[in-house]
Each structure stands twice: as C-alpha cells, then as structure tokens.
C-alpha cells in the first residue's frame, strides 16, 4: 500500500472524528442526587414537573442542555434551577446542598413549608437565592454566611421568625437584600444598615433601605424607627380608671359608714348633752 494511500485514509479518519458528536458526559452523582430528592420532597399539584423522571436524573445535563423543566446547565453540571410559580408544595431538602455547581437558585411564589435548609450553606457558588412568596418558617440560617458570593438574597413575604444572623452582614458582595413581610424580631444587624461614605451622594444612606425589613412588626433599628417603649394600652388605662373609681366609693362609703357609726354612739351616751328634751308643748 502506498503512503499515499495511508495519507488519504488517517485524512478521511480524521474528518470522521471531528465530525461525530462528542460522547456523552457521564452524570453528576451529586446531581442526580440533588435533582432526586428534591423530586421526591416536593408535591406538584399542576404538574409542571411533569418531565422529572429517573431516567431524567440519571443524565440531567448534556453539555449546557437540560430536559428538566427549569434546570440549566453549564460544562455538564446544574448551573441554574428555576421553578418559581408553579404552585410547588413539600419542604426544601437538606440533600439540595449536593448540586455544587449551582450559582442560581429560585423557587419562588410556591407554596413550600418548613425551614430553610442550614445546609444550603455548602453551595459555595451560590450568588442568587430567591426563596421568597412561600410559606417557610422557623429562623434564617446564619450558614447561609458560608456562600461567600451570594449577591441576592430574597425571603420576602414567608414565615420566618426570630432575628436577622449578623454574620449576614460580613456578605462584602450582597447587593440585594429583601426579608420584609414575615415575622422577624429584633435589632437589624449594623452591617446590614450602616451608613455608607462613598462619595457625596451615598453620605447618610443605608446599605440596604427600610423597605428591605418592612412588615416585620419586632423588628427595629436603623433603617427602620428605633424601638418604641410600649405605653398603656386603652384596656390597661380604663382598667386603672375603673379601679381607681371602685377603691374611691369603696373609701368614701367606708369613710361614711365610720361617722355615721360614731354620731350613732354619741346619741346613745348618757348625760345631760346625750338627753332627748322631755319638754312638753304649750296649749
């Protein structure tokens, strides 16, 4: 054979090659994990889930492709999920935390319950968390600290109680900031409100204003109105007047029944001055 020949053969081999499709990425165990169980803790009364399946998880991404509703890809690995308004029920899983790759994460306007997984704190790509318009309870997880790039937080109008983490604060890159609307309690951490100085236009302003923390009724401090000592309520004050009244009559009858007692023993004590004149009238 002539070296011709072996030139043309490896030339068309190697248009072959470049030709044929890239072979398929092997899946992601912590994908498909992630995707699974999250699967599984979610009820999806209207079906939007419809094309979750098994087969589904075994291979979630092809490259930057996904057949998951809602879920994008990048180099082969979840990038992005976004499920919001599909009236989604369940709790958010603890096993969340195994898509690694995920810097997105939305599941909004949904009717999830139950508390914000601290675990979520091991998705160190995390720059967009947007849980809000649910009905999740229980506190905000200071782990949530630990994703360092996170730049949007939104919790708003949920359950949540107790106080903002300060160590919320020590996020340098978080630009938005909403937790209004819940049940949040306590002084709203110095980091979060402090007053920047960068230029003349941003002297006196807060880092994130007092619509990010309204409709929280224990919440208090800068950007919102400091905390208000409570007064008397209207039923405490007209209790007290009430009371006041009744120990007043109570005071004046007593005080009344004392006299009369006393003139009464002063009428009945023998002598001259006690005497009823036996004097009879003139006809």
């Known amino acids: 054979m002539s070296s011709g020949h072996h030139l043309a053969v490896a030339a068309v081999a190697a248009v072959l090659f470049l030709l044929s499709p890239p072979p398929p990425c092997a899946a992601d165990p912590d994908d498909e994990r992630c995707l699974s169980h999250l699967h ?7 079906g939007g889930l419809r094309n979750w399946t098994k087969a589904a998880f075994s291979a979630p991404c092809d490259g930057v492709f996904s ?23 369940g709790a958010i899983p603890p096993e969340l ?31 967009v968390l947007n849980l809000s318009s649910n009905a999740l309870s229980g506190a905000i997880p200071r782990e949530l600290a630990g994703c360092a790039y996170l730049n949007v937080i939104d919790l708003h109008a949920n359950q949540l109680s107790g106080p903002i983490p300060d160590e919320l604060g020590l996020l340098v890159r978080l630009s ?16 979060l409100a402090n007053r920047t100085g960068g230029g003349t ?26 905390l208000r000592k409570r007064g008397l309520s209207v039923l405490a004050i007209v209790g007290i007047g009430l009371g006041s009244g009744l120990l007043s009559l109570v005071l004046s009858f007593s005080a009344v029944c004392l006299w009369l007692r006393a003139t009464d023993r002063t009428a009945t004590t023998p002598g001259e001055e006690g005497k009823i004149p036996q004097l009879m009238p003139d006809y």
Request: charged residues 10%.
């Open 40 to 46: 599984q803790s979610l009820s999806d009364p209207s």
């Open 67 to 89: 057949h998951l509703q809602g879920v994008t890809c990048n180099n082969g690995r979840v990038y992005k999920l976004a499920l919001p308004g599909l009236s989604l029920g």
């Open 97 to 127: 935390s195994n898509c690694t790759g995920l810097q997105s994460l939305d599941l909004s306007a949904n009717a999830l319950s139950g508390a914000i997984p601290p675990e979520l704190s091991a998705l160190l790509n995390l720059a």
């Open 176 to 191: 938005t900031l909403d937790v209004s609307d819940n049940r949040l309690s306590g002084p709203i951490p110095v980091l």
């Open 201 to 226: 236009a941003a002297v006196g302003t807060a880092r994130f204003n007092a619509s990010s923390f309204a409709g929280n009724k224990g919440l208090y401090g800068y950007p919102l109105p400091p």
